[in-house]
């Protein structure tokens, strides 16, 4: 089985809505059972998907965009990951 069948398999019951919808940090740290901080650093590393929103003019701390994830690129980390048994 592909990485790509072994997803849709897991988000078979999931709308396409739920699969790309933008979540916190926060939540996707809770999914994946990481916190924010690994969650950032997978993200900085390109090892989960993830999209970055526009931030305003930039004049000050905090006008950075916000980053999300979306859930298909949750658990297509998750499936590149998992442990098989041998």
């Known amino acids: 089985m ?3 069948e072994r997803v849709s398999e897991l988000l078979a019951d999931a709308p396409i ?3 790309l919808r933008g979540r916190e940090i926060e939540e996707g740290g809770k999914i ?14 390109g090892r989960i998907g993830h999209v970055k929103l526009e931030g305003g003019r ?5 006008r950075a965009g916000a980053v999300r994830v979306r859930l298909i690129d949750l658990v297509t980390f998750m499936v590149e990951n998992e442990r098989r048994p041998a």
């Open 2 to 4: 592909t990485i790509a």
């Open 17 to 19: 809505e739920e699969r």
């Open 32 to 45: 994946l059972g990481l916190s924010e901080a690994s969650v950032y650093r997978l993200i900085a590393q």
């Open 58 to 62: 930039r004049t000050g701390h905090g």
